[in-house]
């Protein structure tokens, strides 16, 4: 049985990535956003997967999702305020477990090498420190148009942050984005269109038919986060959704 907005949705523009997206590359199976959760979710038969990307004090990309360093790393403070040779030497894995100890920060060009040799597809979530939003986006941008210039599917880029987003438009408008929502805030749908937007990102409590075919009817796609229970999973496919960003890599099966 083809859900409600079928017609609508097979109109839209080719969309060259999978359903099911790894949340920071493993969920919480391996520490988040290093190479070794990316190992871990391609070992589960993931192919595409979600990353945080910030700058450092240097203007190195590298991964992370917090604006601290405590909680998934053996580093303190702002994680933006340093330099790259000093978050590379920092422990990103023993707050997982003891097996991943010693485990690296790893670099969004590292990522990319990785990906690109294993025909793995991206979601970059640009997730600036606060206040350097559009620097952010622009340096988050430039390297990914440089890093994927002859690959056949660009990463995805998508924030929460409008003025990273715009940002990133301004720097490589070639390569695709989305608007990350948590709520359903004045004027998001019109945000999304002025920001060239494919896609719109939302808590998947925020779908509903009516929102999935006003997105759809806009030329863009509905993708979720972070869903890692099967009625939500099968609610959101009988909407007719594009995409799901799990931590459940072991639980949902890609293929």
């Not at 920071?24 to 979710?41: D, I, V, Y």
């Not at 990522?111 to 294993?118: D, E, G, I, P, S």
């Not at 559009?134 to 003025?163: C, D, I």
């Amino acid at each position: 049985m083809k859900p409600d907005n079928a017609t609508s949705a097979s109109a839209l523009p080719d969309w060259p990535y999978p359903i099911w997206i790894a949340h920071r590359g493993a969920g919480k199976l391996a520490p988040e956003n290093t190479l070794a959760a990316f190992r871990l979710g391609a070992a589960h038969g993931y192919r595409m997967f979600e990353c945080d990307a910030k700058l450092s004090a240097d203007g190195v990309v590298f991964l992370m999702h917090d604006a601290t360093l405590e909680r998934t790393t053996s580093g303190q403070g702002i994680g933006g305020d340093l330099p790259w040779h000093a978050l590379s030497q920092l422990d990103a894995g023993s707050w997982h477990s003891r097996a991943y100890a010693g485990e690296t920060l790893p670099t969004l060009t590292a990522l990319a090498r990785f990906c690109q040799a294993n025909g793995h597809l991206l979601n970059i979530e640009i997730k600036p420190t606060p206040g350097t939003e559009a620097a952010t986006g622009e340096a988050v941008a430039r390297l990914a148009a440089r890093l994927w210039a002859k690959a056949a599917v660009p990463p995805l880029l998508t924030s929460f942050q409008p003025e990273a987003l715009a940002a990133a438009q301004q720097t490589a408008p070639e390569l695709p984005r989305g608007l990350l929502v948590d709520t359903l805030w004045e004027a998001w749908f019109e945000k999304a269109q002025d920001l060239g937007c494919v896609a719109v990102v939302a808590h998947y409590a925020l779908w509903d038919a009516a929102n999935v075919a006003r997105v759809h009817s806009a030329g863009m796609r509905c993708l979720s986060y972070t869903v890692n229970d099967d009625w939500a999973a099968q609610h959101l496919l009988a909407l007719g959704t594009d995409g799901i960003i799990t931590d459940r890599v072991d639980l949902f099966s890609p293929s």
